[in-house]
């Protein structure tokens, strides 16, 4: 069955630190990629998306992510993180093999210490 | 911009009683889905829609029922409701995008269910 996986479920960094989230997925083929944020309270808002082209994607708020497609990944990377980045974390993915649904992973919890 | 909406925002039920929860969207999409998120789970697929008057189950749709009368409109109904159904759900939607570029979904605020 396709999944994604997220390998870490909390990371805590204090401000000015580097942030890579990892994320794998199993599915084949031609496939779309995308990093989601959720905010405390709030629902789920893309953060950025890859589907061909250049594999290193920028997104929104300084928010970049590196598809590698022998490794199946698509990490996410953040050089130096704000207190305001503070939020949880969903990989997704969405293959034509997949059908038309897009499966998400379990998330990652951020906590940035002021 | 409306964008996903859902109704209502949060809701407790008794074990055994039924409700239903209503997502609309003003984007003319085609593509309709609902999840539930549970701590350290992520978003669980409950039943998707691919266009008006169709249906089908996603990762965990037992207990649960949608249905899919207008484009606009996704609902989800719990017949019976049980402890394990307290969770908080989302809707979504996007384009049936046949380049395969604009696939992106949109979320709804959610709606945060308590079954006692």
């Known amino acids: 069955a396709q999944s994604v996986s997220q390998h870490n479920h909390h990371v805590i960094l204090s401000e000015a630190a580097s942030l890579e989230l990892g994320c794998n997925y199993s599915?084949?083929?031609?496939?779309?990629l995308f990093w989601y944020v959720q905010y405390p309270g709030q629902h789920l808002q893309l953060l950025l998306k890859?589907?061909?082209?250049?594999?290193l994607v920028k997104g929104i708020k300084g928010f970049e992510a590196e598809f590698i497609k022998s490794k199946f990944s698509f990490n996410l990377r953040k050089p130096s993180v704000q207190w305001s980045d503070t939020a949880e974390y969903f990989c997704?993915?969405?293959?034509?093999?997949?059908?038309?649904?897009?499966?998400f992973g379990a998330g990652t919890r951020l906590f940035v210490k002021a | 911009n409306a964008g996903v909406t859902q109704t209502p925002k949060f809701r407790v039920l008794k074990t055994g009683q039924s409700m239903t929860l209503l997502c609309a969207q003003d984007?003319?999409?085609?593509?309709m889905y609902w999840y539930r998120q549970d701590p350290g789970m992520g978003l669980r697929l409950i039943h998707y829609?691919?266009?008006?008057?169709?249906?089908a189950k996603g990762e965990v749709p037992d207990g649960y029922n949608v249905s899919r009368l207008k484009k606009q409109n996704f609902l989800l109904g719990l017949e019976s409701a049980a402890p394990s159904q307290t969770s908080v759900y989302f809707c979504?939607?996007?384009?049936?995008?046949?380049?395969?570029?604009?696939?992106?979904?949109?979320f709804g605020q959610g709606t945060r269910l308590t079954v006692v």
């Open positions: 979504a939607s996007r384009h049936r995008d046949r380049s395969f570029r604009d696939t992106e979904a949109f």
């Open positions: 997704a993915a969405l293959s034509r093999a997949g059908g038309f649904k897009t499966i």
């Open positions: 984007m003319n999409h085609e593509y």
């Open positions: 890859y589907f061909s082209g250049d594999p």
């Open positions: 829609s691919v266009g008006e008057g169709t249906t």
């Open positions: 599915y084949g083929g031609t496939v779309n």
